[in-house]
């Protein structure tokens, strides 16, 4: 009865919500997925349009005001100004993961960030933008150079299956710049892989010590997609940041 009765009072667990990034979409966040279900956490992996950081950030600010319980908010690549534009404000979020994420301060965009350090070598690898009835262009990796650029710690097999399915980006939304950064108010980890082709790791350490992360993880010979080549230790930094008081 008495083990009953603390199971009753012990809090539910955090939700945590995923947030992909550009050339990619929510099955990147498989494998994470299945560790964290596993260990009883909710877990939604959202849709990220990729059209505009204001709109993406809004998407993903209306679906936590939909979770009644406390929220993990995790993001990667260009998840991550996403993450730090809808959790601006929101008492509801008590962690932010960046997983190979941009966290920009006010004024800076993702294209700022990534292309501030030497290291990154996206650019030659984008195919020819397609342009769009709006005005706009959309940006997708050449699928013939995605492994190398995005995934190359991901079997040959894997990686041709994401290039395939990798979702655009519109070059708007790679240079529009972030307002305020829910980091400055909200606690951080990082983790990022140190053959990052897409955002180098200096990158990556300078952010991390900006916002002064509770826990920042290089994870040795990971690409840009580390939650899909090294699941367990994305999942295992989410829960920390879960659990942490």
Do not use: C
């Not at 009883?40 to 209306?62: C, E, F, M, T």
């Not at 301060?105 to 397609?130: I, K, M, N, Q």
């Not at 650029?149 to 070059?171: G, I, N, W, Y």
């Not at 082709?197 to 300078?206: D, G, S, Y």
């Amino acid at each position: 009865m008495a083990g009953a009765t603390a199971a009753l009072a012990s809090p539910a667990k955090p939700t945590i919500v995923l947030v992909h990034g550009a050339f990619a979409d929510s099955s990147s966040w498989n494998g994470v997925v299945k560790i964290l279900e596993k260990d009883g956490y909710p877990v939604i992996a959202a849709s990220n349009p990729l059209r505009s950081l204001k709109g993406d950030a809004q998407s993903v600010a209306d679906l936590l005001t939909s979770i009644k319980t406390p929220v993990v908010l995790v993001g990667h690549s260009y998840g991550g100004p996403v993450i730090t534009e809808a959790a601006y404000g929101n008492q509801n979020v008590k962690a932010l993961v960046y997983v190979a994420g941009v966290a920009p301060d006010a004024g800076e965009s993702t294209a700022d960030l990534s292309g501030r350090f030497p290291g990154g070598t996206l650019g030659p690898t984008l195919a020819p933008p397609v342009a769009l009835a709006d005005g706009g262009k959309d940006l997708y990796i050449q699928q013939e150079k995605f492994h190398a650029q995005f995934a190359a710690d991901v079997s040959e097999v894997d990686a041709k299956l994401m290039a395939a399915t990798q979702r655009p980006v519109t070059v708007a939304a790679l240079n529009e710049k972030s307002t305020e950064p829910a980091w400055k108010t909200i606690p951080s980890w990082f983790v990022w892989g140190d053959k990052d082709k897409n955002i180098p790791p200096q990158a990556q350490v300078f952010m991390a010590e900006r916002a002064h992360a509770k826990q920042a993880i290089a994870v040795k010979g990971a690409s840009h997609v580390v939650m899909v080549s090294n699941p367990k230790v994305v999942a295992s930094l989410i829960e920390k940041a879960a659990s942490a008081q």
